[in-house]
């Protein structure tokens, strides 16, 4: 979809967790899909990865076979962590997916100790009214086109591109977390907001 450039938007990603995070204080990845997160971050210890599909979790073995990882096969909105248990916790392009988004948000309250982090990243809508209808026609009609072709799964990308454009703006979506308890520091926008990072503070 993002034509490989998600790749690079992950590298920027993980340089910021690592940033904010020392080696020995516990991590969690929720929505950690095929461990790509782990797999680049330059930590081989004290990491979580929770996710509903187990397979996602078998890939993620494979890649990350040198590194200790706790996994969960489970969901966001009712995870078994205790309370206060990790310094940071993770996401990408996970929190579109959640079905109980308000649940979700206070899990990671939670789970989350006093001054800690939590880093989202997820897609959007471009802010720049220019951008805006090229990139419509973009998710609309090339996007599960590209897919029928591509990945010969025309209905996963159609889903993919209304989930992106169902997607509260910013201003709601800090809302919600804040809603959580959590502070709101900083988003970091790429595209005007069709990718965006956003890191908030227990
Ligand atoms: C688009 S993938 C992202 C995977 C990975 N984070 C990445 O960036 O490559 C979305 C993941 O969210 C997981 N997921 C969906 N609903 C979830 C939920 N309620 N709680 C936790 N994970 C969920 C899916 O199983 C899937 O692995």
């Not at 940033?19 to 929720?30: A, F, G, S, V, W």
């Not at 397979?55 to 990882?69: D, G, L, T």
């Not at 966001?76 to 205790?82: A, C, D, G, L, N």
């Not at 001054?115 to 009609?141: A, H, S, V």
Request: glycine share 4%; net charge positive.
């Amino acid at each position: 979809m993002s034509f490989g450039v998600h790749r690079l938007w992950k590298k920027y990603y993980v340089k910021l967790l690592e940033e904010l995070h020392k080696p020995n204080e516990k991590i969690l990845d929720i929505a950690s899909g095929t461990g790509d997160i782990f797999h680049l971050l330059n930590r081989s210890k004290n990491l979580y990865a929770i996710d509903p599909i187990s397979e996602m979790h078998s890939v993620s073995r494979k890649k990350n076979s040198k590194k200790i990882i706790d996994y969960e096969t489970g969901i966001v909105e009712k995870m078994s962590y205790q309370n206060n248990y990790f310094q940071m916790i993770s996401c990408t392009y996970g929190v579109r997916n959640f079905e109980d988004r308000k649940k979700a948000f206070s899990e990671i309250e939670r789970c989350l100790k006093k001054n800690g982090y939590f880093l989202f990243m997820e897609f959007g809508t471009p802010k720049r009214e220019l951008l805006l209808k090229p990139y419509k026609l973009y998710l609309n009609d090339w996007l599960p086109f590209i897919g029928s072709i591509v990945a010969k799964d025309r209905h996963s990308y159609k889903y993919l591109a209304e989930s992106i454009q169902k997607f509260p703006s910013q201003q709601d979506i800090i809302k919600q977390v804040e809603s959580a308890g959590l502070t709101h520091q900083k988003t970091i926008d790429f595209l005007s907001g069709s990718n965006s990072i956003y890191i908030f503070k227990k």
